[in-house]
């Protein structure tokens, strides 16, 4: 097993360009999450999904749209890139509550 | 106040040291996860506890879950051990609540 795959590992964007973040999960689990990690502070939750065609809003959720058509992809969206998103970005699954949560390699953003 | 507070932010102990880590939390909690994270590098899950006591190795977790406390404690440490250690807890929803973590640095 693969288990949490994000691609990719590093990028650059300039201010107003768009990408999408990959996250895949090959352990067939249900909830799904995005978290991203400032310096100095705890990892944030941008958004998650308890299964296919569900997805709910975390903290940090401006700037960002997320969905989930199959139970294994949860592809995050940054549509106008801006300074304040440059971070790392974790994708998480687990198979439900009270279940081990298994993270992604994490994805380096830089916006400039 | 954060949710969950850890302390100490940053801890430096000589290689042999037993080292301990706490973690504090605010709110009902159904488990707790500690977590590692090398420089650079991706989260991986140490143990996921909601009662008692777990051991792996060097490494012992446990929690008190009437006083809302978990330590991780690392014996005999090295400098492989040298990382970011981040306790994480598992709330009445579907989330997970995050402390800022500790970064341990062991020397020689």
């Known amino acids: 097993n693969a288990g949490v795959t994000q691609t990719p590992k590093f990028r650059i964007l300039k201010i107003g360009q768009s990408m999408t973040l990959q996250c895949t999960q090959d352990?067939?689990?249900?909830?799904m999450y995005w978290y991203r990690q400032d310096p100095g502070m705890g990892l944030k939750l941008i958004y998650y999904s308890v299964g296919a065609g569900i997805t709910d809003k975390g903290e940090v959720p401006n700037g960002y749209n997320v969905s989930r058509s199959t139970t294994e992809d949860f592809p995050l969206r940054l549509e106008l890139a801006a300074p304040s998103q440059t971070s790392v970005y974790f994708c998480?699954?687990?198979?439900?509550?009270?279940?081990?949560?298994?993270f992604g390699q994490g994805t380096r953003l830089t916006v400039v | 106040k954060n949710e969950v507070e850890q302390s100490p932010q940053n801890l430096t102990a000589q290689e042999g040291e037993f080292i301990t880590i706490n973690c504090s939390y605010s709110?009902?909690?159904?488990?707790l996860h500690w977590l590692q994270q090398h420089p650079g590098g991706g989260i991986v899950s140490l143990f996921m506890?909601?009662?008692g006591k777990k051991k792996h190795g060097r490494l012992i977790a446990t929690i008190n879950i009437q006083e809302k406390h978990s330590s991780l404690h690392i014996t005999a440490s090295h400098p492989r051990d040298s990382a970011v250690y981040i306790c994480?807890?598992?709330?009445?929803?579907?989330?997970?609540?995050f402390g800022t973590g500790t970064r341990l640095q062991v020397t020689l």
């Open positions: 709110v009902g909690i159904s488990a």
């Open positions: 998480a699954s687990r198979e439900g509550l009270n279940t081990e949560a298994f």
């Open positions: 994480a807890v598992y709330g009445t929803a579907s989330k997970l609540t």
């Open positions: 506890l909601s009662s």
């Open positions: 352990m067939n689990h249900n909830y």
